[in-house]
């Protein structure tokens, strides 16, 4: 079946919309009041890496993809496979999926828990009287909502939240170090070695380790 095209159309606001922690509580754990600028940017960017771990979708536009919440549209164009499509849609992957607002097949409105349901965190069933049904060959509208109201507090699961502040933490330390460095060795003196991208600690990703496991739940296990 044909990969529906998705489209935002109410998009997540920027900054702390976007943001799976806040520069408050990095600076809390960092123990400063400072560098406010500099550790939002690092946030964004541990935002942005832990949507492409989890393999969030991107829109039509190729606007980045966020845990924020957001209003989405999927698209299933006419299909004129020789396949049938079956009873179950596949959203295309956000998470968490909080709401279906509406589904329109081949031009008619459906109800929802008598015409479809939704099952699991994005699988869209097909019913009638209750039991699984093929959907029909012609376009379907699945408009939803999901994501997380990351400007409230406690939105986002506590342990991801607090794995999120541990990778800024160590980004923010690490900033004034040169990365090509691996190691320093001054006999007698001094010893030390630094985490690397693919070693025990930091992920392929380039998260920690600890990270990439707080976000095992939320990954998108087809998109490998």
């Known amino acids: 079946m044909t990969a529906p095209m998705l489209e935002v159309t109410a998009a997540a606001a920027s900054g702390a919309a976007r943001m799976l922690t806040t520069t408050a509580k990095v600076q809390a754990v960092l123990g ?3 560098d406010t600028a500099l550790i939002e940017a690092m946030i964004e960017r541990v935002s942005a890496l832990a949507a492409a771990r989890c393999g969030l979708a991107r829109d039509v536009a190729g606007a980045m993809p966020t845990f924020g919440l957001e209003t989405l549209r999927a698209t ?3 299909d004129s496979g020789e396949r049938p499509r ?3 849609l596949i959203l295309p992957w956000r998470v968490p999926v909080t709401a279906i607002t509406s589904v329109v097949e081949a031009a008619v409105t ?3 828990g008598t015409d479809y349901r939704l099952v699991g965190g994005a699988l869209v069933e097909r019913l009638a009287e209750d039991a699984p049904i093929t959907w029909s060959s012609g376009k379907i509208v699945v408009t939803y909502v999901a994501g997380w109201a990351l ?3 406690n939105a986002v699961p506590p342990d991801l939240e607090a794995a999120v502040i541990e990778q800024v933490k160590g980004m923010y330390v690490a900033r004034a170090r040169d990365p090509a460095v691996r190691s320093v060795n001054v006999p ?3 010893a030390a070695s630094y985490s690397v991208a693919g070693g025990d ?4 990703s ?3 380790t600890q990270v990439e496991a707080a976000l095992a739940p939320y990954r998108n296990w087809s998109a490998g």
Not at 201 to 204: N, Y
């Open 32 to 34: 400063i009041a400072t």
């Open 76 to 78: 299933w164009f006419v």
């Open 86 to 88: 079956g009873s179950v």
């Open 110 to 112: 459906l109800t929802a």
């Open 151 to 153: 400007a409230t507090a």
């Open 188 to 190: 007698d003196v001094y």
């Open 201 to 204: 600690s930091i992920g392929s």
């Open 206 to 208: 380039g998260l920690l």
